[in-house]
């Protein structure tokens, strides 16, 4: 038995955008590191933020295809977004986007979870 990807997942597994890695170590950059023990997902996602905004963002992802997909699209949807945008992106918006059905909408969660993280560890960093 196959599972079904949708066309958009499938494009992002494809032909990811953004993966690659960033210096962890540089103050400009935060890092999120999101993981489900129980399947053994893990996605890795970094942002460098400028003027508020996010202008360079990276991810390693471990996986399904739908998990590099989920970590794909939101490496992109968070790009030139300040903090109040990236509050705004949600599951159900990365969901709708990919097309993934209830089964699938954990890795749209664990993707959100590692840019909140890296965008946590980001402010940190700013921190005296």
């Known amino acids: ?8 997942v499938l494009e992002h597994f494809r032909n990811p955008k953004n993966a690659g890695r ?8 935060g890092t ?7 399947s053994g997902e893990r996605i890795v996602l970094q942002v460098r933020v400028a003027s508020g905004r996010v202008r360079e963002a ?6 399904c295809p739908v998990t590099i997909a989920c970590a794909s699209f939101v490496s992109e949807a968070a790009l030139d977004r300040d903090s109040v945008q990236l509050r705004r992106l949600g599951e159900s918006q990365v ?6 059905d209830h089964d699938q909408r954990p890795l ?4 959100l979870r ?3 993280e890296a965008c946590e560890d980001f402010d940190a960093k700013q921190r005296p």
């Open 58 to 63: 990276r991810f390693k992802a471990f996986g």
């Open 114 to 116: 590692a840019l909140k």
């Open 95 to 100: 969901a709708q986007r990919l097309q993934l």
């Open 32 to 38: 999120g590191d999101a993981r489900i023990d129980a």
């Open 1 to 8: 038995m196959s599972v079904p990807y949708s066309e958009s």
């Open 108 to 111: 749209a969660r664990l993707a």
């Open 22 to 29: 960033l210096a962890r170590q540089d103050f400009d950059v």
